[in-house]
């Protein structure tokens, strides 16, 4: 593997059409990692941050992203551009509110 290859220009575009990055990432990252960093770097005006880890999902390329996965393993033929950036994005899950979860079930 060339050094262009053991690593990926990633950017994390959110809900709202912004974009966390780019950053590059060695190809040996695993996905859990990639939600640790976006956590970190989770812009602080922004509504509806992750609180963890858990509450974090990353798309690439229409799948969700498992956290055993490196960034190698979700490659693509089509992300192999020099200098390209590859373009991930991410889903916030929120806890149900206890209101919610009361309407769910029709008690009251």
Not at 49 to 62: C, L
Request: glycine share 8%; charged share 25%; net charge neutral.
């Amino acid at each position: 593997m060339s050094g262009a290859q053991d690593s990926l220009e990633i950017k994390f575009r959110l809900i709202d059409g912004s974009d966390i990055g780019p950053k590059s990432f060695p190809a040996a990252t695993s996905v859990a990692t990639l939600k640790e960093s976006i956590l970190s770097q989770w812009p602080k005006d922004k509504e509806n941050a992750p609180k963890t880890v858990k509450d974090v999902k990353i798309i690439s390329a229409g799948k969700i992203l498992e956290n055993n996965r490196t960034v190698a393993d979700c490659r693509s033929p089509l992300y192999d551009v020099p200098g390209g950036v590859t373009t991930m994005h991410v889903l916030v899950s929120q806890p149900p509110q206890e209101k919610d979860i009361i309407g769910c079930w029709g008690f009251t």
